[in-house]
């Protein structure tokens, strides 16, 4: 079926993976359109147009109007949209997966609903930070102190390194300005990490909101996932920027934070990561066809789409 604009809708097989795509770019004060298979932005500087499929995630900030068509697009694209305050500080929606396999999630939901197994991917989370280290053993709360540790040492190491002051990590979502240049710096560098995160989760087919180290939020994994990597991309980042004084802090974190990421391959590190947390080293590539089957306790998955009138005949 053609749509509107004479432009057949791309299956899922035809979509670039997650892995294959740019991690975010961040907008805002433009107009969002859409012009066959590309995103068009207008703004003072004129139009651009970006490739929808070759996007994992879009950051639109304050000043942005988004068209029908736009996320229509957006949406079969499976691109992640992020509507984020002003300086990056909070965001809200997302598109579609990227796949039409309920496996992971299905494993997802799974785990963390098993106790045992839950605190054995809490613990494969903080293996991934202390590689050098068996953490098996350990109780969570144990864990949480050590991770506690591990963080407070990377600030201490970047502001010395860069010479900014620093005592703690403030974060006041509703008043960003109250913040000196480093916590703003690592309020909108985390808000893009999440972001990437997010997207990431959800091109997978994972649930945003089941998570075992963060519970009982509707980002929950999100956090769980970002968490693995901020020692080495937005604190450094944002110590590096906040070094800099520059006027605005947001907009140069952002940019020096979107080349980290695309230099240090965090997003083929995330989809890897999720899948080895999930899968226990057990994935296989999924190969895009249909998963739909029905579910019986007895005979397992049975094939849909056919008729079993004489099997449920009871005369």
């Given at each position: 079926?053609?749509?509107?604009?004479?432009?057949?809708?791309?299956?899922?097989?035809?979509?670039?993976?997650?892995q294959d795509r740019m991690t975010f770019i961040y907008l805002e004060r433009c107009k969002i359109?859409?012009?066959?298979?590309?995103?068009?932005?207008?703004?003072?500087?004129?139009?651009?147009?970006?490739?929808?499929?070759?996007?994992?995630?879009?950051?639109?900030?304050?000043?942005?109007?988004?068209?029908?068509?736009?996320?229509?697009?957006?949406?079969?694209?499976?691109?992640?949209?992020?509507?984020?305050?002003?300086?990056?500080?909070?965001?809200?929606?997302?598109?579609?997966?990227?796949?039409?396999?309920?496996?992971?999630?299905?494993?997802?939901?799974?785990?963390?609903?098993?106790?045992?197994?839950?605190?054995?991917?809490?613990?494969?989370?903080?293996?991934?930070?202390?590689?050098?280290?068996?953490?098996?053993?350990?109780?969570?709360?144990?864990?949480?102190?050590?991770?506690?540790?591990?963080?407070?040492?990377?600030?201490?190491?970047?502001a010395k390194k860069w010479g900014v002051p620093w005592t703690k990590r403030d974060y006041r979502?509703?008043?960003?300005?109250?913040?000196?240049?480093?916590?703003?710096?690592?309020?909108?560098?985390?808000?893009?990490?999440?972001?990437?995160?997010?997207?990431?989760?959800?091109?997978?087919?994972?649930?945003?909101?089941?998570?075992?180290?963060?519970?009982?939020?509707?980002?929950?994994?999100?956090?769980?996932?970002?968490?693995l990597y901020k020692a080495e991309t937005t604190i450094p980042v944002a110590f590096e920027m906040?070094?800099?004084?520059?006027?605005?802090?947001?907009?140069?974190?952002?940019?020096?934070?979107?080349?980290?990421?695309?230099?240090?391959?965090?997003?083929?590190?995330?989809?890897?990561?999720?899948?080895?947390?999930?899968?226990?080293?057990?994935?296989?590539?999924?190969?895009?066809?249909?998963?739909?089957?029905?579910?019986?306790?007895?005979?397992?998955?049975?094939?849909?789409?056919?008729?079993?009138?004489?099997?449920?005949?009871?005369?």
């Open positions: 079926m053609e749509n509107r604009m004479g432009v057949e809708k791309p299956g899922i097989q035809a979509l670039p993976r997650i359109s859409r012009e066959n298979g590309a995103i068009t932005v207008t703004d003072q500087e004129g139009v651009t147009s970006i490739p929808a499929a070759a996007i994992s995630v879009l950051l639109l900030g304050p000043g942005t109007d988004v068209t029908h068509r736009a996320m229509e697009l957006i949406g079969d694209a499976g691109v992640t949209v992020i509507w984020v305050g002003e300086h990056g500080v909070r965001y809200y929606a997302y598109g579609r997966a990227l796949t039409s396999h309920a496996t992971l999630l299905i494993r997802q939901a799974q785990l963390v609903s098993n106790e045992k197994k839950h605190i054995q991917v809490a613990r494969m989370m903080y293996q991934l930070r202390f590689p050098n280290e068996d953490v098996s053993k350990l109780t969570m709360q144990q864990l949480r102190g050590r991770e506690g540790s591990r963080i407070r040492s990377a600030y201490r190491e970047q979502p509703d008043d960003y300005e109250a913040g000196d240049p480093v916590n703003k710096a690592l309020s909108a560098g985390n808000a893009c990490l999440y972001g990437l995160a997010h997207a990431v989760i959800c091109a997978l087919g994972c649930s945003p909101g089941l998570g075992f180290v963060h519970v009982g939020h509707e980002l929950a994994f999100v956090y769980d996932i970002a968490d906040a070094a800099e004084d520059t006027e605005d802090i947001g907009s140069a974190v952002r940019r020096r934070l979107r080349d980290e990421l695309r230099k240090m391959h965090i997003l083929d590190r995330m989809v890897h990561d999720i899948k080895f947390l999930l899968s226990d080293g057990e994935w296989e590539e999924e190969d895009y066809k249909s998963t739909l089957y029905l579910w019986d306790n007895l005979q397992g998955e049975l094939e849909h789409g056919v008729s079993y009138a004489k099997v449920g005949d009871r005369k």
